[in-house]
Every structure is written in structure tokens, then in C-alpha cells.
């Protein structure tokens, strides 16, 4: 004999869960992120970001200033659902960007202290 099959509703993933679980921890990330790095002075996270030595100095400050606006964006969107799509492909870019800028950081020897993931937190 074998065994009973489980029933389709017993064996279905909950990936309208599963994706709005990870949406809102994306954007939980994103907020925090952002109001850290706004709440220091730019000058920190250009500091931050200049150890990366992957831009030229005069692009610093306004990258430091942009970013964090851009990251409070984003966690608004998925946070409201407003042109999901289009925010979670945001979200993923700036992702992405910043893991190859860690991973080419590191990758060529370069320390850093901080990853400039959360502002002024130390991870």
C-alpha cells in the first residue's frame, strides 16, 4: 500500500505571503538605511564611500546626499505597494550595485570598517 498523497492545499507555498514578508523586510532595510544615513551630516557616508576608491572625489558628496534619499524611496514604494514592480527592480539594482562595489572592494585588498550599509552602525 502506499501512502496517502498530501491534499493540494496542504502542499501549496504561500508565495503571496512568502513575497510580502520579504517586501516588507526589504523595506524595513531600506527605511532604516535611509533615516541613519540622513540623520548624520552627508560628509559621514561620503567618507564611508570614498574607502570604496571607486569614484572620483567631486562625485562623493552629491552620491552621499542622493543615495539615502533614494533608499526612503524605495522602502515608501514597497512599504505602499506603489509601482511595485518597478520598486522591487530598483530595490534589486541598488542591491546588486552595492554588493559588486563591496565585493570589488574587497577583492582588491582594500579594508573597510564600515560597509556604509546603515549609516553611523557598524556592521
Do not use: Q
Not at 38 to 58: C, G, H, K, Q, R
Not at 66 to 72: A, G, K, T
Amino acid at each position: 500500500m502506499s501512502a496517502p498523497k498530501p491534499s493540494p492545499a496542504a502542499s501549496r507555498v504561500p508565495w503571496a505571503e512568502l513575497a510580502l514578508a520579504a517586501r516588507l523586510v526589504l523595506a524595513v532595510l531600506f527605511l532604516i538605511s535611509g533615516l541613519h544615513k540622513t540623520a548624520a551630516p552627508a560628509e559621514e557616508f561620503a567618507a564611508v564611500i570614498d574607502a570604496y576608491a571607486l569614484m572620483p572625489p567631486d562625485m562623493l558628496l552629491p552620491f552621499a546626499h542622493f543615495v539615502p534619499f533614494v533608499e526612503l524611496l524605495l522602502a515608501a514604494a514597497l512599504l505602499s505597494g506603489f509601482l511595485l514592480r518597478l520598486s522591487a527592480a530598483c530595490t534589486a539594482a541598488l542591491s546588486l550595485s552595492f554588493f559588486a562595489a563591496l565585493g570589488s572592494t574587497l577583492a582588491r585588498g582594500i579594508p573597510l570598517e564600515n560597509c556604509g550599509c546603515f549609516g553611523s552602525i557598524h556592521l
